[in-house]
């Protein structure tokens, strides 16, 4: 069986930065959406200053360029996906076939009937058998978690990848995923706060924190993340707090596509919604766009490029073929 979602419905699931209530018919029996892309190799980038990070695959969060666009996979490891075994023969095609990134999915889908994995574990298996291609998530509920066990979980990461990590952050797009525990499904403040308490652990200062939500009493975070200041935070959604919200930090994920494969975002509309978060950030060229889409033969990459665009997140899930049919697309590279 496969939903049908409208245009909002299916970016809101994908970006998980909203509420997102219909992914839970997203996945029904073994009806599986995965996101996918390609990456091109690497390409010159702005460092920002005091930035560390791995010098073969660029800075994350250090912006792009003008007119260039880097490539990337958004895989979701639900369903036959949620097998660590598949997403780890996908990273490896993926790097042989010069992408520059895999994020994955984070849900408990399990609460809503269907399998999932968890990201940080298939992601630290991708990352043995790797060496360049960016790894992280896209997006991660922040407030699904203790911001101090996150931030240890993405800092051990980031030192066993070798500084590749990539953290895309968010509200949380399915409330049964808080409910089925117990919790209630958290707003923006919280998501607000959690981050905060995460980048002070990630300076390798003695945190001291009393907040709404949360308090941490003089500790310091050991060991710390290879990449200095800090993970990388790229933001999901299209709300204004959204947008708010990534202004803040170094990138801003946005969905792109329906179900169906069609683009629902013109480059146009995403020169808009850089425009706001212009007025949200006083420089982009130390800020990464990441568009999840469909590309094709003949798709106008280039004016998402010039749109605003540092990354392009080719979108594959059930409704566009099987495991290895997706596979096959990894391995036909990116159309540029």
């Known amino acids: 069986m496969k939903v049908k979602f409208s245009v909002e419905e299916f970016q809101e699931i994908t970006t998980a930065a909203t509420a997102a209530e219909l992914a839970v018919a997203a996945y029904v029996g073994d009806t599986v959406l995965c996101d996918a892309g390609r990456s091109q190799t690497a390409v010159p980038r702005v460092r920002r200053a005091g930035w560390v990070g791995p010098d073969t695959a660029g800075i994350v969060g250090a912006g792009c360029l003008a007119g ?8 979701a490891i639900l369903g036959d996906l949620a097998e660590p075994a598949h997403l780890v023969a996908l990273v490896q095609e993926a790097e042989a076939a010069g992408w520059d990134a895999v994020l994955v999915w984070d849900h408990l ?3 809503w009937g269907t399998p999932s994995a968890d990201p940080w574990v298939v992601l630290a298996a991708a990352a043995q058998v790797t060496s360049r291609i960016r790894l992280g998530t896209a997006v991660t509920a922040v407030a699904r978690h203790r911001p101090e066990r996150l931030a240890q979980t993405v800092a051990t990461f980031d030192r066993l990848s070798g500084g590749r990590a990539i953290l895309g ?23 607000d706060e959690a981050l905060d308490v995460m980048a002070s652990l990630w300076s390798g200062d003695e945190v001291h924190h009393q907040g709404a939500h949360y308090t941490v009493d003089g500790v310091r975070l050991a060991p710390l993340p290879l990449q200095r200041p800090r993970v990388p935070v790229w933001v999901g959604g299209t709300a204004p707090g959204a947008l708010r919200r990534a202004a803040r930090w170094d990138g801003w994920v946005v969905a792109g596509d329906d179900q169906e494969g069609r683009m629902t975002l013109s480059p146009d509309a995403l020169a808009t919604q850089v425009n706001e978060l212009r007025r949200h950030r006083s420089a982009v060229d130390d800020f990464d766009v990441a568009v999840i889409g469909v590309s094709e033969s003949g798709s106008p990459m280039q004016a998402y490029s010039e749109a605003g665009a540092t990354w392009w997140l080719e979108h594959l899930h059930g409704f566009r073929g099987s495991v290895e049919q997706l596979l096959q697309r990894v391995n036909a590279g990116p159309i540029t």
Do not use: K
């Open 169 to 191: 952050a968010g509200l949380g797009g399915v409330t049964q995923e808080f409910t089925a525990f117990g919790s209630a499904r958290p707003g923006g403040p919280v998501l």
């Open 68 to 75: 260039c666009m880097r490539y990337g996979i958004d895989v």
């Open 109 to 111: 889908a399990f609460a």
